[in-house]
């Protein structure tokens, strides 16, 4: 089944970029969507699509995905935005439809 | 826009059966396939299965097929969760989660889908 692969820990400073990736075969060739989840609450989708916002989600917040890495990026970052952040994507290859990554915590110092 | 809701805290043993629900505001419910997610403690979102409750098409994850029944039924909006007979290991959070794919300029396209919409969750707890 496809695999994607997100760094466990991500730290950035207040006011700085952040930037988590997701690594996957070849994941440029599909569609990668975000998710959002702080600490016991449901996950929030924030960016779908590769590049696209929900409504909402304030344009700090924005994606891009080529070759092998997806990534989101978190610019101006903010003491809340300190949550786990998940990737997806939707493969039609395997069995296992919806594949998340394992999920990066963003830790904002 | 909508919303999902969905039951409470549950607390089993063993052995035992349980189902747990979402229900939907807000928007036509038979018209959006509805997941199931899982979350272990302190670990990742784990896909579980979906439905389309106009016609209850459903498909699982192969993680687990025949260990959960997904259901649903449209006269109450509600999609369902169900173990025969929990483990332990089924101690997780689970949430239900309505499917989207991308549209844009009048077309959609398959093999784009995600979840816009979540529930708040439903614990279950299953210890001896």
């Known amino acids: 089944s496809y695999v994607l692969t997100q760094p466990p820990s991500v730290s950035v400073a207040p006011g700085k970029t952040a930037r988590i990736t997701c690594g996957g075969n070849?994941?440029?060739?599909?569609?990668v969507h975000w998710y959002q989840q702080e600490p016991g609450q449901a996950p929030v989708l924030v960016i779908y699509?590769?590049?696209e916002r929900p409504s909402g989600i304030p344009e700090r917040f924005s994606g891009s995905n080529s070759g092998n890495t997806a990534t989101l990026s978190i610019s101006r970052v903010e003491a809340g935005d300190e949550a786990d952040y998940y990737c997806?994507?939707?493969?039609?290859?395997?069995?296992?439809?919806?594949?998340f990554g394992g999920g990066t915590k963003l830790a904002v110092l | 826009e909508g919303q999902l809701v969905q039951s409470g805290a549950e607390v089993k043993k063993p052995g035992e059966s349980l189902k747990i629900s979402c229900e939907a505001f807000?928007?036509?419910?038979?018209?959006?396939?509805i997941g199931w997610v899982r979350q272990k403690p302190g670990k990742g979102l784990e896909w579980m299965g979906v439905?389309?409750?106009?016609?209850?098409?459903?498909r699982y994850s192969p993680s687990f097929q025949g260990q959960v029944t997904i259901s649903a039924d449209k006269s109450i909006s509600t999609a369902y969760l169900q173990w025969s007979s929990l483990n332990v290991s089924d101690t997780a959070m689970y949430y239900c989660?309505?499917?989207?794919?991308?549209?844009?300029?009048?077309?959609?396209?398959?093999?784009?889908?995600?979840?816009?919409?979540w529930g708040q969750g439903t614990l279950v707890a299953v210890s001896s």
């Open positions: 989660a309505r499917r989207r794919r991308y549209c844009s300029g009048g077309s959609c396209y398959s093999g784009t889908y995600y979840f816009d919409n």
């Open positions: 807000g928007y036509s419910f038979t018209s959006y396939w």
């Open positions: 439905i389309y409750p106009g016609d209850s098409d459903t």
């Open positions: 070849n994941i440029g060739s599909k569609r």
């Open positions: 699509y590769n590049t």
């Open positions: 997806q994507v939707w493969d039609s290859g395997s069995d296992h439809l919806w594949v």
